[in-house]
């Protein structure tokens, strides 16, 4: 009976196709590209720009004193620099680890198409608490609908960190193209039951 259920080949990878390379950004990997032979895509500053100004959430990774990755979700911001901005308060470990480490990495995937993401390294180039009220309260009303955040303490204060983007990876795909990509039968069209 085992070997009957094991007559499907399964497939392990997914293999994108029919994507179109979009070649007109500062946000082009050419390290990547160079390293895997030119398969890789180029992300442009209007698809990441649509990705921070959407109700993403972002997932950032700092650095712990050991060394470790200690990621979390945040939500995120973009400047007219293209810097990104994320709003933390004083006390939280993020701050602790920044301090110490300035380099971070973090994700963006569009919540409504999975496949619409982008990855950055980079480094905090500024903390500053000017503003970080007002800057919530934006943030709130992007994410939340309405520009209060109730689960602040009021005697920590907020701050803004600002991230200067060294390198950018990313994929856009049309939602279109998912089922384009593998198929969950085996080669010979065998379906199971």
């Known amino acids: ?5 094991n007559k499907r080949s399964i497939i392990d990878h997914v293999e994108i196709i029919d994507t179109i390379p979009n070649t007109n950004s500062a946000y082009s990997d050419t390290e990547n590209k160079e390293a895997s032979n030119g398969d890789s895509e ?12 959407g109700r993403n959430l972002g997932y950032l990774a700092t650095l712990s004193t050991d060394g470790s990755p200690h990621v979390t979700p945040v939500w995120v911001d973009i400047d007219e620099q293209n810097n990104i901005l994320i709003n933390i308060s004083e006390i939280s470990a993020k701050k602790k680890h920044i301090d110490k480490d300035p380099r971070i990495a973090i994700s963006i995937v569009e919540q409504y198409n999975h496949y619409n993401m982008v990855s950055i390294k980079g480094r905090v180039i500024e903390q500053t608490s000017i503003g970080a009220d007002e800057h919530l309260r934006k943030l709130a009303l992007k994410y939340l609908g309405f520009g209060k955040y109730y689960y602040r303490k009021p005697k920590h204060k907020r701050i803004i960190l600002k991230i200067k983007p060294e390198k950018i990876m990313g994929l856009s795909l049309h939602p279109a193209f998912y089922f384009l990509a593998y198929s969950p039968f085996d080669t010979q069209g065998q379906t199971g039951s």
């Open 1 to 5: 009976m085992v070997e009957e259920k």
């Open 42 to 53: 180029t992300i442009s500053i209007e698809n990441v720009s649509t990705l921070f100004k």
